[in-house]
């Protein structure tokens, strides 16, 4: 692979939503900062609907991260499971021990018992559901019954979903209405603007460089311009165009990336936008701000310092 040529620890274009790459353009912070704001204030049930691949488990991720040392967490990734299993699996993931045989009155008791005692301790329990689109009908009306456990004062269980668009349309049917009068909080998680993705590109480079020589200038600018237009700004067909632009460059042994690299990755990749009229590649490229070069070189601080501080 290219990771020599380019002087890389690993992969920076990995389609895994590794939140050690997160890069926060103002769309997703936008919505991580409501998280934030929603659940320390103790909204009981937040909704994060976002376009295909534009970043949604790394938001989750992002999220568990940032509160794990201010509530119980627990992640259910595929919720595509029928009532007891989502009980089961919520328990698993909250560490509390399951009866047998497995009765489902049993489990919501111990389940509430539960909450209460972290309630008690002051402790908030937070449940975040990825790929919420997939939730069957008849497992949301748990989900109901799961966000109706509360005292007087608060919620006992705080849950996040996040989905695709469809699950806009799934909430709206007539039978689970109940449930969309429950979320307070909505966001919307779309593409990043065009004009960070330079910045990205740059910021993924610096995560995954061997030093700080490491180059993250290695799309050219017009490059970087053209994978803004074929992604319209989708970070996982970025990160594939991207990806395939650095095997080309290595192939040909140059140490940069260029717009026809990108037109070629392009044409071997589903789903991207058609190529767009010459004219528009006349646009000025746009250029890293002072700003962003100081973000990512504090990006490469710690991987530098890390020897230095052990042995302070
Ligand atoms: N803010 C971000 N910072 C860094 N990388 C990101 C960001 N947003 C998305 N990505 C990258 O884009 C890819 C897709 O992200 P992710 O899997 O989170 O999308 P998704 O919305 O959950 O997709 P799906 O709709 O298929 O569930 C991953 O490689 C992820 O690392
Ligand atoms: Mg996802």
């Known amino acids: ?85 989502l009980l089961l699996a919520l328990a698993e993931e909250l560490n509390l021990p399951v009866e047998q045989p497995f009765n489902r009155h049993h489990m919501m008791t111990a389940l509430a018992a539960f909450l209460v005692g972290h309630a008690r301790a002051g402790r908030r329990v937070l449940v975040c559901i990825d790929e919420a689109q997939a939730i069957p009908v008849r497992t949301v009306e748990s989900l ?20 695709q668009p469809d699950l ?22 779309g593409p990043m603007q065009a004009r960070r993705v330079p910045v990205y590109l740059a910021h993924r480079l610096a995560t995954a460089a061997i030093s700080a020589d490491t180059p993250v200038d290695v799309f050219m600018p017009r490059a970087a311009m053209a994978i803004a237009h074929y992604s319209g700004g989708v970070p996982r067909l970025i990160n594939v165009l991207a990806h395939k632009c650095l095997m080309l460059a290595y192939g040909e042994d140059v140490s940069q990336v260029s717009v026809a690299h990108v037109h070629l990755a392009a044409k071997d990749t589903p ?11 006349l646009r000025p490229a746009w250029r890293m701000s002072n700003q962003d070069r100081q973000a990512i070189a504090r990006r490469r601080a710690p991987a530098e310092l890390a020897p230095e501080q052990e042995t302070a």
């Open 1 to 85: 692979m290219y990771l020599g040529h380019f002087s890389l620890r690993e992969p920076p274009f990995s389609i895994t939503p590794d939140t050690d790459f997160y890069y926060p353009h103002e769309g997703v912070q936008a919505s991580l900062n409501m998280l934030l704001v929603a659940l320390r204030s103790g909204e009981g049930f937040v909704k994060v609907v976002g376009e295909l691949g534009c970043g949604k488990t790394v938001l989750c991720r992002q999220l568990l991260k940032t509160l794990q040392d201010e509530f119980v967490t627990a992640y259910i990734p595929n919720p595509d499971m029928g009532p007891d299993d």
């Open 144 to 163: 109901r019954l799961l966000s109706n456990l509360e005292t007087e004062k608060q919620k006992l269980l705080q849950m996040v979903l996040l989905g």
């Open 168 to 189: 806009d349309d799934k909430l709206s049917r007539p039978e689970i209405r109940q449930l969309l009068q429950r979320i307070t909080f909505s966001e919307y998680l």
């Open 271 to 281: 789903g991207v936008m058609a190529r767009a009229p010459w004219w528009l590649w």
